[in-house]
């Protein structure tokens, strides 16, 4: 399985940042770690290996950049204001330093994004935000509203990156074109978050899977078991 590190100076966050590739050719998928985490923490917990089998058929290459977390939602040593211009930075350097080079690897000019549990809220956000560029949105134990990092601090961006709040006001066709799976579990503490989220997508008539595994807890066993499986879901050819 070829993996490659990568470093570069990203003017969008004025800093650098790391990233791990795995495969040598495939559909591009853009996978966040969980809260806080690095750029090779889904390697080392396991979930780039779940994923193995589609890696070395050349059917994937899968993305791992480093979150800025730490500087933006739980960086309590800064005004809210603060946090969400930092991970509107963030986004950005998402979209034009990492999506924007691999998305037209694809036919369709788009991208996979997949996250568990905060990583679940980044890929669920950058989807619902540039819907035009993301085929396929696997979101694992993920969480989409984020005012309890705000403080009671609210404005644009804030209210921009809750998809549980903003989707309702979308209207881009390109939401009705996303393959979208809300993995949860029955035990999982973000159980609620993606009941909510399902309801939200149903009102608006947006197809999505809502994945309820039984027994099963907010922990990686469960999104090892969930990754290949709606990796499945891409039409690779």
Known sequence: MKEEYFKWYSPNLNTDIEMLVFGHSGYPVVLFP???GSYHENKDMGLIESARWYIE???IQIYCPD???KNSFYNKKIHPVHRIENHV???KMICHEIVERVKNNTPSGK???AGC???GYHAANFAFRHPGYVSHLFSMSGAFQINTFMDGFHNDDVFYNSPEDYLYGLNDH???NMDIVLGTSNWDICLDANLKMSKVLSDKNIHHWLDIRQDQKHDWPVWKE???HYLSRIKFF
């Open 34 to 36: 969980t809260s806080m």
């Open 111 to 113: 991208v996979a994004v």
């Open 57 to 59: 058929q050349g059917l």
């Open 226 to 228: 969930m990754f290949p």
């Open 117 to 119: 549990s905060f990583g």
């Open 89 to 91: 930075k963030y986004d």
């Open 174 to 176: 390109e939401l009705w």
């Open 67 to 69: 979150s800025i977390d």
